[in-house]
């Protein structure tokens, strides 16, 4: 029973960060306040079936990462190289973003987070961009782990 719980909780915060990738993008085409982008995504898109539970964890991961997108996007920029965010695709650059922002502010462990964000690529962007996004997350993830002292040997995704 507990394993059929985890295993919806899981999906839960899948479905909530794919949500939050789709903010995301939107913010990057029209810049308004988190509040209203939130408001008008699960008024005018959002699937209404899903729970408070998903919609808050999703309107948490996009304002957080709005509110942190300075040093978010810094901290991809110091592993992306010879790439400039602005050039990047903006599906691939928020993928990064949110997943970035989780590595940094939230107790998720590295690897399901990356794991959270290929999946997520995979969907919406190409397989060249999961390569990409993996190689910059995994290095992000190692470099907070050194600053944590929590250094452990990084696991292949």
């Known amino acids: ?30 810049h308004i306040p988190c509040a209203e982008l939130t408001a008008n995504y699960w008024n005018e898109l959002g699937d209404t079936t899903f729970d408070d539970k998903t919609r ?34 903006i599906v691939d650059r928020n993928v990064l ?14 690897t399901v987070i990356i794991n959270e964000a290929l999946e997520i690529a995979r969907k919406f962007s190409s397989f060249e961009s999961t390569q990409f996004i993996n190689g910059i997350l995994d290095a992000i993830k190692q470099d907070t782990e050194t ?11």
């Open 1 to 30: 029973m507990s394993l059929e719980k985890s295993e919806k909780s899981s999906g839960t915060r899948h479905k909530a960060r794919e949500c939050a990738l789709q903010m995301l993008f939107a913010s990057d085409v029209v």
């Open 56 to 89: 808050e964890f999703a309107n948490e991961l996009v304002c957080g990462t709005m509110r942190e997108i300075k040093l978010i996007d810094d901290r991809i920029r110091t592993r992306a190289e010879h790439w400039r965010i602005e050039r990047m695709a």
């Open 97 to 110: 973003r949110l997943a970035v922002y989780e590595l940094l502010y939230k107790d998720t462990p590295g």
């Open 147 to 157: 600053e944590s002292g929590s250094e452990t040997t990084a696991e292949p995704t």
